[in-house]
């Protein structure tokens, strides 16, 4: 069972969710990220090419979750939660390329 660890900003971004999307997201991130964090998937879960930081990205409803697999400590470190309008622009404000 890995941990599940949110950053400052991910938990700001939870905060600002409406209470049913709270809800959603922490489901998620228990069904999803606890067990399995790097299953990629065609609908939710998607290895992110070309970045070193963020690795994957969980898509629930119209949210982004971007987040990165630390394996030697078994650990998700959820970056952010970001509506999917806002996902390309954080991506390129946020995402580091890969060297």
């Known amino acids: 069972m890995w941990a599940v660890v949110l950053a400052p900003e991910a938990v700001a971004d939870l905060r600002r969710l409406s209470a049913r999307h709270r809800s959603t997201v922490q489901t998620a991130l228990e069904a999803y990220l606890r067990h399995e964090p790097t299953r990629v998937s065609r609908s939710r879960i998607k290895r992110l090419?070309?970045?070193?930081?963020?690795?994957?990205?969980?898509?629930?409803?119209?949210?982004?979750?971007?987040?990165?697999?630390?394996?030697?400590?078994?650990?998700?470190?959820?970056?952010?939660?970001?509506?999917?309008?806002?996902?390309?622009?954080?991506l390129t404000a946020v995402g580091e390329e890969e060297p």
Do not use: C, H, M, N
């Open 49 to 90: 090419r070309g970045l070193a930081r963020p690795q994957y990205r969980l898509r629930v409803e119209e949210l982004g979750i971007f987040y990165d697999v630390v394996e030697a400590e078994a650990t998700v470190e959820v970056l952010a939660i970001v509506p999917k309008s806002r996902a390309a622009g954080w």
